[in-house]
């Protein structure tokens, strides 16, 4: 399993871990661990967004360890890509886009309070300074590249009416 690999590699005193994917309790609970005696940790999770990212790791946690899951996380997490792959203009191909979530003293206290997590997609959207993105703001770049259709980025924008203000400004 992922978790006893991820108990026995860390005998080996790697500076990497690579984690497929993190799809259970025991996993997510050892990544953290490994994370916070400063491996890196690298993992993909099936979710939609950085938010969601989060969200989905906290929720392995039991409730009554949440805030601490929190704090771990917080603690561990140096960014969030998350990707969907866009139809090309020509329709022969597809171009990654990206939503990109980098930790800030901002994110960081987000993450611990659960009543400011929802709050990250603002942040994401104004943390370009960072290196930050939303998705549909990559999806804007794509557009005017010329790289896809505006009706591909419509239909894979994850707030389309959002989008379409975006395009008309």
Do not use: W
């Not at 005193?13 to 490994?34: C, F, K, N, Q």
């Not at 990250?120 to 943390?127: H, N």
């Not at 557009?143 to 009706?151: E, H, P, Y």
């Amino acid at each position: 399993s992922f978790a006893k690999a991820l108990k026995h590699v860390l005998r080996q005193d790697p500076d990497v871990i690579l984690v497929g994917e993190m799809r259970d309790e025991e996993t997510v609970h050892t990544a953290l661990s490994a994370a916070e005696t400063g491996h890196l940790v690298l993992s993909a999770l099936h979710t939609v967004d950085a938010p969601e990212t989060v969200n989905r790791i906290i929720d392995f946690f039991p409730p009554h360890q949440q805030q601490q899951g929190r704090a771990m996380i917080a603690g561990t997490l140096k960014g969030i890509v998350s990707q969907r792959l866009v139809r090309t203009a020509d329709g022969k191909g597809r171009v990654a886009c990206c939503e990109i979530m980098v930790m800030t003293g901002r994110v960081h206290d987000m993450i611990l309070d659960p009543k400011l997590t929802g709050q990250l997609p603002e942040v994401v959207a104004e943390g370009g300074y960072y290196g930050m993105q939303t998705f549909d703001q990559h999806l804007l770049s794509h557009l005017q590249a010329g790289r896809i259709t505006f009706d591909e980025a419509l239909r894979v924008a994850t707030s389309p009416h959002d989008f379409k203000l975006m395009v008309a400004a």
